[in-house]
Nanobody, 127 residues
């Protein structure tokens, strides 16, 4: 089984920034998609960003709720897929998860697309 671990969650004041990292237990050499999700208490997970590797170049996609504020990217040195979160708002407070799809085709923000999940990291935006 592929194990994913999220890191970087913290308490931050409104307007601040955080950088989350998704680390895999194995180096992935096949086609893959990494998604970032968040979950508010009592609600379903919301897909906010995803990343896929392509021979022709990396592809990304974002939910409207985070577009322009969050950036997903691959860090080849650290072997992580990171989520840079800027201009954080109290409504961004949630548990953030990364997920992976290995092999196959496509990408998306639907949680049913993904096969592997981390256990989440808490992000709290508050004064």
């Amino acid at each position: 089984q592929l194990l994913l671990v999220e890191s970087g969650g913290d308490l931050v004041r409104p307007g601040g920034s955080l950088r989350l990292a998704c680390t895999s237990s194995k180096f992935i050499v096949d086609y893959y998609v990494i998604g970032w999700f968040r979950q508010f208490p009592g609600k379903e997970r919301e897909g906010i960003a995803c990343f896929s590797d392509r021979q022709s170049g990396d592809l990304t996609n974002y939910a409207d709720s985070v577009k322009g504020r969050f950036t997903i990217s691959r860090d080849s040195v650290k072997n992580t897929v990171d989520l840079q979160m800027n201009n954080l708002r109290p409504e961004d407070t949630a548990v953030y998860y990364c997920a992976a799809k290995i092999g196959g085709y496509g990408m998306g923000l639907d949680q049913d697309f993904y096969d592997y999940w981390g256990h989440g990291t808490q992000v709290t935006v508050s004064s």
